[in-house]
């Protein structure tokens, strides 16, 4: 082999010749030139092995102008242009020793089904390939004598994202790999058989300084940017609807509304079946200190009425009542026929975003740590954003079902209103009448 000499950031010399482990997941901010070490390290690798590695992006036609044209530009930077040939119709990259590069889209899956023998697989920009499509390539990573490799490498997103949740921490499975603040603190981590690395622009010494003063300016006028291309850290993407939501042991949640001397109970219910969840939520209200806890949650989904009310017969009493969405009336009507308290909640135009600004309007929102889905939907949930970039306030990034249960359950009682003390004093015996509203 040819000896090769290149100047390379000495934070990922390192990473260059670590082939100790099966996954190698790579997190940096803009212009750390993660992306530059992953290219170098795979082509040092098939010139001393013969293999056929495969570069993944999740839209074919992106591969053009940023891993094929990294991968040829480091050759032609190491003068080996001349014995590694490029290829663009299709994209393909041919070794001396017969290693090969291919190129595939996750745009395209019924490709990937040809591919054989493959041993080495490079997902870039891994955050913008679907969950599915990484378990997918998993699969294609075989090969009968060869050690196998998969590296990702990405810039950091939301926590939601799977990159996130598989690699790190998985708050509604309750499932901790590693914790990302960790990562930063040491920068390169080994847990089992996966190798983590994190990058900043500081670690390109190659960069012109005038780079890194833009990256900073960032902090000014959008901290989640700077958060993401100066610091290469995982958070929260956007604005969250409830940042006042907090986690607390259930059994200090339950014993802190059993010292409410004023407290209103609500249970609202939102309904679904394939691809959304009926979701149930038990909360109380510290009418006085406008606190909201949450200390109950049912939340499934594939389930016929029938079976949901099952469950429900053996969870919740059934004098209690229950606000479900008025959207509905025939499911409403079935719980009440099996003997449900259950009424139809008050909707109207616009109701989301009232019902909305009226959640945001208590101090605390104080929930369960029983209540693992609520805690996943509603603690790092973000408004949707318009292509201008600006807020959209009656619609979020995902679809949170435990919230819409939410809005139902308290759709008779208002937050702001300081006189209104029937709506905590009413005991409501008489669990089928409907309560009477105030308007204006």
């Given at each position: 082999m040819v000896a090769i000499q290149k100047e390379v950031n000495p934070h990922f010399e390192d990473f260059l010749f670590d082939w100790n482990q099966k996954f190698q997941f790579l997190v940096g901010g803009y212009g750390s030139s993660k992306s530059y070490h992953v290219a170098l390290k795979i082509i040092l690798k098939l010139l001393e092995e013969k293999r056929t590695g495969l570069v993944v992006r999740e839209v074919y036609d992106t591969h053009r102008d940023s891993t094929f044209s990294l991968l040829e530009e480091i050759i032609e930077d190491l003068g080996l242009s001349h014995k590694i040939r490029c290829m663009t119709s299709p994209m393909q990259i041919k070794f001396p020793n017969g290693s090969k590069i291919i190129f595939k889209g996750m745009d395209k899956p019924v490709k990937l089904k040809s591919i054989n023998n493959?041993?080495?697989?490079?997902?870039?920009?891994c955050s913008e390939i679907k969950y599915a499509g990484f378990k997918?390539?998993?699969?294609?990573?075989?090969?009968?004598?060869?050690?196998?490799?998969?590296?990702l490498s990405t810039n950091p997103v939301g926590e939601d994202n799977w990159t996130f949740t598989h690699f790190f921490?998985?708050?509604?499975?309750?499932?901790l790999v590693l914790d990302d603040q960790v990562l930063y603190e040491q920068r390169t981590v080994v847990v089992k058989d996966t190798y983590y690395h994190h990058s900043q622009a500081d670690d390109n010494l190659f960069l012109p300084q005038s780079y890194i003063d833009q990256l900073d300016e960032l902090a000014e006028y959008d901290p989640d940017l700077h958060r993401v291309a100066r610091k290469g850290h995982f958070g929260v993407n956007g604005e969250r609807v409830l940042p006042q939501f907090e986690e607390r042991p259930h059994e200090e949640v339950m014993d802190t509304i059993k010292g409410i001397k004023q407290k209103l109970?609500?249970?609202?219910?939102?309904?679904?079946?394939?691809?959304?969840?009926n979701a149930l939520i038990r909360m109380a209200v510290?009418?006085?200190?406008?606190?909201l806890y949450i200390y109950y949650e049912y939340y499934d989904k594939g389930k016929t009425d029938d079976h949901t009310a099952d469950d429900l017969e053996?969870?919740?009493?059934?004098?209690?009542?229950?606000?479900?969405?008025?959207?509905?009336?025939?499911?409403?009507?079935?719980?009440?026929q099996r003997g449900?308290?259950?009424?139809?909640?008050?909707?109207?135009?616009?109701?989301?975003?009232?019902?909305?600004?009226?959640?945001?309007?208590?101090?605390?929102?104080i929930c369960s740590d029983q209540c693992p889905n609520t805690v996943f939907e509603l603690k790092d949930l973000t408004y949707k954003v318009d292509k201008q970039g600006r807020i959209i306030e009656d619609e979020f990034k995902i679809d949170p079902h435990t919230l819409s249960a939410i809005w139902y359950g308290l759709d008779d009682y208002d937050v702001g209103d300081l006189k209104d003390t029937t709506a905590v004093e009413r005991v409501r015996s008489d669990k089928r009448e409907r309560p009477v509203r105030r308007r204006g």
């Open positions: 493959i041993s080495l697989i490079w997902l870039e920009e997918e390539l998993l699969g294609r990573l075989r090969h009968p004598t060869l050690k196998l490799h998969m590296i921490k998985d708050d509604r499975n309750k499932r109970l609500r249970n609202g219910m939102d309904f679904g079946f394939v691809d959304s969840y510290d009418h006085e200190k406008k606190y053996d969870l919740i009493p059934k004098d209690i009542e229950i606000v479900g969405d008025s959207a509905e009336p025939k499911t409403i009507k079935y719980y009440r449900f308290n259950m009424r139809g909640s008050y909707k109207f135009s616009g109701s989301r975003l009232q019902y909305t600004k009226k959640v945001k309007r208590f101090k605390k929102i």
